[in-house]
């Protein structure tokens, strides 16, 4: 009996033959998850977890380590350019209702993203500037309202009563290791894909043509990869602090809190949602329930026999979310003033009803049809 190989299994997908540009997202994320790892093996080598000379070791990959400079913008900006692409991986996913038809395929991206947002927020607190560190203390803090053991768990954390030495070693270690977890999880997410394949934007998988995935898509991926790798290289070149704080230019201080404490800009929507409920133990699980309420979404049903492209009220509700996450991404990076506090309430109510409800209207609809 002749063994498949994978390589050619892959090349040999059948895939569906309407699939358009937004179907890049997952090959380009793979691409950028390869030179995040490559990128920051290469940092690693000249960083100094200690926390005398870490911020030194920085200004030092900057001005003295030969293409250090780039090799630092490209790791950075990577991580924003990952969670760009993440998003619209997500919401093409959103819209196609890919977690009804490949509900497994989807709960194995929710967990990816996930350990992203870990993996992200661990990398932000390692140059030890400002807002890195009041970043680190602000976030970890947060597990102290969880009850009876919240402020036990702080503490190990930390590896202490504050952040500090064992803390900066700890989220060095993770950070360099939960790469590779995610580069596995993504190898179990390609699997679960090519079990049933791609979805298609018209619909039902089994009345498609399809076609080989290569030589195909691999050329309109490796389009994909050219725009996405000109528009990085863009960034680090010309505008390499543009997503960044400016706070973070200054070594870290425990006696100076900055004026406006933030975390990055995928990060805000969530932040949003946290500041908008006055209790803490009531924020923190709001935050933790606006990524984890992806999970639930293929309990809910979807149009099996109506695709999104003929289904208004699905898309009337999907384009509602959408103006709410950009809405709770802006009021993120507002001062905690008003009239932003006020505005984040209702915005993060909206937040959870549309995603809610996007499979059970989808499932409604179809109902009425049939």
Not at 7 to 31: F, T, V
Not at 263 to 281: D, H, N, T
Not at 354 to 359: A, G, Q, R
Request: proline share 6%; glycine share 8%.
């Amino acid at each position: 009996m002749q063994k498949i190989r994978p390589l050619e299994s892959m090349a040999g997908l059948p895939s569906p033959l309407s699939i358009s540009i937004w179907w890049n997202g997952g090959s380009i994320l793979g691409l950028l998850l390869g030179m995040q790892i490559l990128t920051g093996l290469f940092l690693s080598m000249h960083y100094t977890a200690d926390l005398v000379n870490t911020f030194a070791s920085v200004v030092h990959i900057m001005r003295d380590v030969p293409s250090g400079w780039f090799f630092r913008n490209l790791h950075a900006n990577g991580a924003s350019f990952f969670f760009l692409f993440m998003y619209l991986h997500i919401g093409r996913g959103l819209y196609y209702q890919s977690y009804v038809t490949q509900p497994h395929t989807w709960m194995v991206g929710t967990t990816i993203f996930l350990v992203s947002m870990a993996t992200a927020f661990l990398g932000y607190v390692l140059p030890w500037g400002q807002m890195s560190f009041w970043g680190a203390t602000v976030i970890t803090n947060l597990v102290s309202a969880v009850p009876y053991l919240g402020t036990s768990i702080v503490e190990w954390l930390w590896g202490g009563f504050s952040v500090g030495q064992s803390t900066l070693n700890r989220f060095y270690s993770l950070h360099f290791i939960l790469p590779f977890l995610i580069g596995g999880l993504s190898g179990l997410h390609v699997l679960f894909l090519h079990e049933k394949g791609s979805t298609s934007p018209i619909g039902d998988m089994n009345h498609v043509s399809k076609i080989n995935f290569h030589p195909y898509f691999t050329w309109k991926d490796f389009v994909g990869f050219i725009v996405m790798l000109l528009l990085l290289n863009w960034i680090c070149l010309f505008a390499p602090t543009i997503l960044g704080d400016p706070e973070n230019f200054t070594m870290a201080n425990p006696m100076v809190t900055p004026t406006h404490i933030q975390p990055e800009w995928y990060f805000l929507f969530a932040y949003a949602i946290l500041r908008s409920i006055p209790s803490k133990l009531g924020g923190v699980l709001a935050l933790v329930a606006s990524v984890v309420v992806l999970y639930f979404l293929p309990l809910g049903g979807a149009v099996k026999n109506y695709p999104t492209s003929f289904t208004p009220i699905y898309q009337y509700l999907y384009w509602i979310f959408i103006l709410i996450f950009l809405l709770l991404t802006w009021l993120g990076a507002c001062p905690i003033e008003e009239p932003y506090l006020t505005l984040a309430g209702p915005a993060t109510v909206l937040y959870f009803l549309s995603i809610t409800l996007l499979p059970v209207m989808g499932k409604i609809w179809n109902e009425l049809l049939i």
